[in-house]
């Protein structure tokens, strides 16, 4: 079972496309993060969202905690090719003190 | 500001043999975890060290073993390999009251 349930888990779109990736859970988080991580590196961390409703800008980016602190967003406006990469959420449920990541998302963006 | 670093950068095993993989964490962190990586899937948490102590285990066999020396850097050991033990070893440091990560690079392992 996935705590943290990702979708979609591969997406190929062209070159400025919006796109969304959400991650939802039954579990609730004090917290979820997101990473990108590209073929032969470690996963990079681009935001940490924190309190329920919050929404996160980084350039194209937009990340959305939702109210219920359950589920999360991630939003690309104007999707180029070095957005292409394996987008991962990731948080800890409840007080186990465990950080869990979601499966993933291959996005794949063709010029 | 010195990243986290990771050795080897690739490994090659056979079945049953033992491994120990190295990590050196960024500087300023105190908190050390271990992650495997499947291909394509995210990564699974293994443990984490703090204050030289594992300070949190995942769904992992006893046969997967850890250290963190004084200067915070780390060893994964991997007892009687499987084939299954395949994947990305990644290392990541943090401040002990963070969850944000920070990774290293990985270390590809294969058991053939």
């Known amino acids: 079972t996935q705590l943290l349930e990702q979708s979609p888990q591969f997406l190929s779109i062209q070159e400025g496309e919006n796109l969304t990736v959400y991650c939802n859970s039954s579990?609730?988080?004090?917290?979820l993060q997101w990473y990108r991580q590209e073929p032969g590196e470690g996963p990079v961390l681009l935001v940490t969202?924190?309190?329920?409703?919050e929404v996160k800008k980084l350039k194209r980016l937009t990340f959305q905690f939702g109210d219920a602190r359950k589920d999360s967003s991630l939003h690309i406006t104007a999707a180029q090719p070095g957005d292409t990469g394996l987008y991962l959420c990731?948080?800890?449920?409840?007080?186990?003190?465990?950080?869990?990541f979601g499966q993933g998302t291959t996005l794949q963006v063709k010029p | 500001e010195t990243g986290v670093t990771q050795s080897p950068t690739h490994l090659i095993k056979t079945r049953g043999q033992q491994v120990t993989l190295r990590c050196s964490s960024q500087?300023?962190?105190?908190?050390v975890s271990w992650y495997q990586q499947a291909l394509g899937q995210g990564p699974q948490f293994i443990f984490q060290?703090?204050?030289?102590?594992?300070?949190g285990r995942g769904n992992f066999p006893p046969r997967f073993s850890g250290l963190q020396f004084p200067n915070y850097s780390s060893e994964l050991n991997v007892n009687a390999l499987e084939l299954d033990d395949s994947a990305l070893y990644l290392c990541?440091?943090?401040?002990?009251?963070?969850?944000?990560?920070?990774f290293g690079p990985g270390t590809r392992l294969t058991v053939t």
């Open positions: 990541a440091s943090s401040f002990y009251w963070s969850y944000e990560q920070y």
């Open positions: 579990s609730v988080f004090s917290s």
């Open positions: 969202v924190v309190t329920g409703g």
């Open positions: 990731a948080g800890v449920p409840g007080n186990t003190g465990k950080l869990i």
């Open positions: 500087s300023g962190h105190n908190t």
């Open positions: 060290y703090y204050r030289e102590e594992e300070n």
